[in-house]
């Protein structure tokens, strides 16, 4: 079965970095396109970042030139670099499996939750 | 980017009565070449994750009750809930995912008892 397991959410201080990963089990990483996305509190869904199977990377407007979306072949995660994070970006942040390489998303995690605040 | 807008933004139906969701796209999301409409609908129950639906605008996500069923082409899509049942409680959300991202969600809904 597939399962996607995110962790290192934490509260962290505006202009901090924060690191999450997100391990898969019963699929492989690099053989689909995978994303990061957030909900902050009490609002809708919000798509944040992609990595290809082919291994390029695609960002939100809003997160581009601080977040940095990686993966690790050999432990099969997903990882998101967080740099001069800012209190909008306070949210549960789920990662996805995509089922098409494009944008459909069939499996969610059950989310980090990251505050920033001072 | 495309914006995706919902409506309404919240509707209250009774049991076994019929929930529609509406979802309107700034740009049409059906591709000529293969005559599929790039939009999907998820339920995110209170504390869980989201659950894909419907995609291709119509098409059933395996295991997911026929009580639910998708419509439409192009810029206007609905999601209707033929017969509500207490576990459909929830926020549903349109999203478009034609062409390269960024891909966009609508609003949400949510629909209560």
């Known amino acids: 079965d597939v399962q996607l397991v995110e962790s290192g959410g934490a509260l962290v201080q505006p202009g901090g970095s924060l690191r999450l990963s997100c391990a898969a089990s019963?699929?492989?990483?690099?053989?689909?396109?995978m994303s990061w996305l957030r909900q902050a509190p009490g609002k809708g869904l919000e798509w944040v970042s992609v990595?290809?199977?082919?291994?390029?990377?695609y960002y939100a407007d809003f997160v581009k030139g601080r977040f940095t979306i990686s993966r690790d072949n050999s432990k099969n995660t997903l990882s998101l670099q967080m740099n001069r994070l800012v209190i909008e970006d306070t949210a549960v942040y789920y990662c996805?499996?995509?089922?098409?390489?494009?944008?459909?998303?069939?499996?969610w995690g059950q989310g980090t939750l990251v505050t920033v605040s001072s | 980017d495309i914006v995706m807008t919902q409506s309404p933004e919240s509707l209250a139906v009774s049991l076994g009565e019929r929930a529609t969701i509406n979802c309107k796209s700034g740009r049409s999301l059906l591709y000529s070449s293969n005559n599929k409409n790039y939009l999907a609908w998820y339920q995110q129950k209170p504390g869980q994750s989201p659950k894909l639906l419907i995609y291709?605008?119509?098409s059933r996500e395996s295991g997911v009750p026929d009580r639910f069923s998708g419509s439409g082409s192009g810029t206007d899509f609905t999601l209707t809930i033929s017969s509500l049942q207490a576990e459909d409680v929830a926020i549903y959300y349109c999203?478009?995912?034609?062409?390269?991202?960024?891909?966009?969600f609508g609003q949400g809904t949510k629909v209560e008892i």
């Open positions: 996805a499996k995509d089922r098409l390489s494009g944008g459909l998303f069939d499996y």
């Open positions: 019963g699929f492989t990483v690099s053989d689909t396109y």
């Open positions: 990595i290809y199977a082919g291994g390029s990377t």
């Open positions: 291709w605008a119509s």
């Open positions: 999203q478009q995912y034609y062409s390269t991202p960024p891909w966009t």
